[in-house]
């Protein structure tokens, strides 16, 4: 069964961090582009980062550039995120995905970032 299954949101305070995880299942993940995405409330869901498949390439939304880590350990089919001085615009819920808009998409974990 193809899956993607995210953990480690929660609520943080604002400057906190937090590290995302992502669990892959039911498809080649070491020859698959990761990606997290994000939406926020009341909004469209919104780009974050990418890592290629041997995690050396990365690009990121610019509202995230300098605080947010992506990585991969392709032993243990894991993408995470690590976030770091959080804000409270970065309030929203997180999805993994895999292979792009049309491709595999995990089921989300909250993030609130709130004082």
């Known amino acids: 069964q193809v899956r993607l299954v995210e953990s480690g949101g929660g609520l943080v305070q604002p400057g906190g961090s937090l590290r995302l995880s992502c669990i892959a299942s039911?498809?080649?993940?070491?020859?698959?582009?990761m990606s997290w995405y994000r939406q926020p409330p009341g909004k469209k869901r919104e780009f974050v980062a990418t890592?290629?498949?041997?995690?050396?390439?990365?690009n990121y939304a610019d509202s995230v550039k300098g605080r947010f880590t992506i990585s991969r350990d392709n032993v243990k089919n894991m993408v995470y995120l690590q976030m770091n001085s959080l804000k409270p615009e970065d309030t929203a819920k997180y999805y993994c995905?895999?292979?792009?808009?049309?491709?595999?998409w995990g089921q989300g974990t909250q993030v609130t970032v709130s004082s």
């Open positions: 039911g498809f080649t993940f070491n020859n698959s582009i």
């Open positions: 995905n895999a292979r792009g808009e049309d491709g595999i």
């Open positions: 890592l290629g498949r041997l995690g050396s390439s990365t």
